[in-house]
């Protein structure tokens, strides 16, 4: 059991490039979070999906798009990378609307953007 | 909006001390809370997770208590070790999990 694996693990980016990161769970939960994490600012939500083909907007998703096609994978896209999204990336997954489960959490994705 | 404040920002003790983390949040109205370990350049572990109607939970040397109407949680670590040196965040869960900055701590033999 794999749990929430997120790829890649390291990415250096050039200013304006494109990329993508991939999210994927085998826990068959509903719920997928996208957070970033950045020094003296804690973790903080980007994206999420409550469910197959549902995304929704969180506390700082400018310059970020997220696609769940497939309940186990939610991608995040950055369209053209800026500095300021230089930052750890984390995926996690829940269970649904019962709320009483906690969060899985992948290993993170550290991302430069130079 | 739902603020999340852990203190100290920052602890170092030594070993075999008991120590007691705290998070506070402005918003009573949470699901549950979560407190997470982070280790330096790692992902986040799950510690314990206190549903809003539980009062604690317990995890071998971990005690993690929740007063809602209060907004505040600790995080209790008995007979500390220099393996639990590490970042230990509060999460409430409020249908979106939103985190305190953490409290860094390091446990010297």
């Known amino acids: 059991n794999a749990g929430v694996t997120q790829t890649p693990k390291f990415r250096v980016l050039k200013t304006g490039q494109s990329m993508t990161l991939l999210c994927a769970q085998d826990?068959?939960?509903?719920?997928m979070y996208w957070y970033r994490q950045d020094p003296g600012m804690g973790l903080r939500l980007i994206h999420y999906s409550v469910g197959e083909g549902t995304t929704a907007k969180g506390e700082v998703p400018d310059g970020y798009n997220v696609s769940r096609l497939k309940k186990q994978n939610f991608l995040l896209g950055l369209e053209s990378a800026a500095p300021s999204q230089t930052s750890v990336y984390f995926c996690?997954?829940?269970?649904?609307?019962?709320?009483?489960?906690?969060?899985?959490f992948g290993s993170g994705t550290r991302l430069t953007v130079v | 909006k739902q603020e999340v404040t852990q203190i100290p920002a920052a602890l170092s003790v030594p070993e075999g001390e008991n120590l007691v983390l705290n998070c506070s949040f402005t918003d009573s109205a949470i699901y549950n809370l979560q407190w997470f370990r982070q280790d330096p350049g790692k992902g986040l572990t799950s510690l314990l997770l206190?549903?809003?109607?539980?009062r604690e939970q317990t995890s071998g040397r971990l005690n993690a208590s929740l007063d809602k109407s209060s907004g505040r949680s600790t995080l209790y670590i008995a007979a500390s070790q220099p393996g639990d040196s590490a970042t230990y965040l509060c999460a409430v869960n409020t249908d979106k999990l939103i985190f305190g900055t953490g409290t860094r701590l390091q446990v010297f033999p």
């Open positions: 826990m068959n939960h509903e719920y």
């Open positions: 996690a997954s829940s269970y649904s609307s019962e709320r009483i489960y906690g969060y899985t």
């Open positions: 206190i549903q809003s109607s539980q």
